[in-house]
């Protein structure tokens, strides 16, 4: 069964701290990784990566696919208070559906 | 910009009660889903469509059936609702062609059942 899992499951730092957010999964022909940021509302989009395209920055967060280690991981660097949401990783394979990992909650404190 | 709109922010209802989620989008996306996210399971897929009249069962269908007439439009409903149907309701959409390229959310549905 196709499986994404995300850690930590929570995450609290100060302003100006650099946070790393970790996503692995066992799917079966691996096709897209996204991440999606969800604050109070409807996850938003940030990244999407795929064998083209293994690194994505933007701004102050960044992404890297690790198809070897069937991995991922999201970096905030300068976190901000407007950081604070739940990051959510889904990955897309064989099934043509995506496959959400449970979020990692991140709070970032003034 | 992507609108995906959802017929109510905030639902109350009691069990029993047959319950209608509308979810609208305007971007002429073939692909619409619905979800359902509780704290600590994620995001769960209930049902999705490629099409005007196309269904496929997601994760958990269980307790839910769908309707999609128009393209724009992907209702969820429950038949008869129970208090653990509970829950945030998300639905989204993607453009023609993959399923797994970028959704785009809707503000999503708190549903409670009483």
């Known amino acids: 069964e196709d499986k994404v899992v995300q850690s930590p499951l929570s995450l609290v730092v100060h302003e100006g701290d650099t946070v790393t957010l970790n996503c692995s999964y066992e799917?079966?022909?691996?096709?897209?990784l996204l991440w999606y940021k969800q604050e109070k509302k409807a996850p938003t989009f940030l990244f999407m990566l795929?064998?083209?395209?293994i690194e994505k920055k933007s701004g102050r967060l960044s992404s890297i696919l690790d198809k070897k280690e069937l991995s991922s991981i999201l970096n905030i660097t300068a976190t901000q208070t407007g950081d604070s949401a739940i990051y959510l990783c889904?990955?897309?394979?064989?099934?043509?559906?995506?496959?959400f990992g449970t979020g990692t909650l991140l709070a970032v404190q003034p | 910009d992507v609108k995906v709109t959802q017929s109510s922010r905030y639902l109350v209802k009691r069990t029993g009660e047959k319950v209608f989620l509308e979810c609208v989008q305007d971007?002429?996306?073939?692909?619409m889903f619905w979800y359902r996210q509780d704290p600590g399971l994620g995001l769960r897929l209930i049902y999705f469509?490629?099409?005007?009249?196309?269904?496929e069962k997601g994760d958990i269908p269980e307790g839910y059936s769908v309707s999609r007439e128009k393209k724009e439009r992907f209702s969820l409903i429950l038949e008869s609702a129970s208090t653990n149907q509970t829950s945030m309701y998300l639905c989204a959409s993607s453009r023609p062609g993959t399923t797994t390229d970028t959704q785009y959310f809707g503000p999503g549905t708190r549903l409670t059942v009483l």
């Open positions: 795929t064998s083209s395209g």
């Open positions: 889904a990955w897309g394979g064989a099934t043509n559906k995506l496959i």
């Open positions: 799917v079966t022909n691996f096709r897209s």
């Open positions: 469509s490629y099409d005007v009249k196309m269904k």
């Open positions: 971007m002429d996306h073939e692909n």
